[in-house]
């Protein structure tokens, strides 16, 4: 079943500007991480942050974690071209992996040159 | 250093046959991670392997099967082929962090196509 939902499940933007995606989820978790994949190619992991987190940044990304709304946010700034790709946030019940990662559907952006 | 690999790239089988997967971890990793990526559906758990056993599985039937290795490497079996199981299937493996958070780090997946 799915955990997390992405919201939007599309987004275009100009080269340049930044991007905001969602992701809510249902139940408790120990850490949510955000992938991202290229023409249905494998998963780059791009941040995990930890339900005790609320912000990490990572060069040109930042997420934030609102445990309260079981919710979180990928904002990628100054976007390229090559960040078009789908996005996925994943959430961690456990912190060991025993269940895996319960991922959502995706938010598939573009980014126009 | 090298990344997950899997193997083959891409795979087409005829409707009731047996597939087998491939995956090497990255080096050190002991745990393997098997999802199924089938259009519509999304990204699911299929199956976790660490330190060459079976530690758990999503919900998927028993001819999802599979093992891993002395050397962490692992397979992924799927008998009697359906047509619902052709998908994008990722292997990935993971190395345990302070505090028990897992990073799970992708292989580029091999797409099964059953017809």
């Known amino acids: 079943s799915q955990q997390g939902e992405e919201d939007p499940q599309a987004l275009s933007i100009q080269e340049g500007e930044n991007a905001t995606m969602n992701c809510s989820y249902k139940?408790?978790?120990?850490?949510l991480q955000w992938y991202r994949q290229n023409s249905g190619r494998g998963l780059v992991h791009l941040i995990l942050?930890?339900?005790?987190?609320r912000e990490k940044h990572s060069g040109r990304l930042r997420v934030t974690l609102d445990t309260s709304k079981k919710s979180s946010s990928l904002l990628i700034t100054a976007s390229r071209a090559a960040d078009t790709a789908s996005y996925f946030c994943?959430?961690?019940?456990?912190?060991?992996?025993?269940?895996?990662?319960?991922f959502g559907k995706g938010t598939h952006l573009i980014i126009q040159p | 250093e090298a990344g997950v690999t899997q193997s083959p790239t891409h795979l087409i089988k005829t409707r009731g046959q047996q597939a087998t997967l491939r995956c090497s971890p990255i080096?050190?990793?002991?745990?393997v991670y098997w999802y199924q990526q089938a259009l519509g559906l999304g990204l699911q758990f299929l199956l976790w392997?660490?330190?060459?056993?079976?530690?758990n599985r999503g919900n998927f039937p028993p001819r999802f099967s599979g093992r891993q290795f002395p050397n962490y490497s692992s397979e992924l079996n799927v008998n009697a082929l359906e047509l619902e199981d052709s998908a994008l299937y990722l292997c990935?493996?993971?190395?345990?962090?302070?505090?028990?958070?897992?990073?799970?780090?992708f292989g580029p997946g091999t797409r099964l196509t059953v017809t």
């Open positions: 139940t408790s978790i120990n850490n």
């Open positions: 080096s050190g990793h002991t745990s």
């Open positions: 392997y660490d330190e060459g056993e079976e530690r």
């Open positions: 990935a493996s993971s190395l345990a962090l302070t505090g028990l958070v897992y990073e799970q780090y």
């Open positions: 942050i930890r339900s005790n987190e």
């Open positions: 994943a959430t961690d019940l456990t912190g060991g992996g025993a269940d895996g990662l319960t």
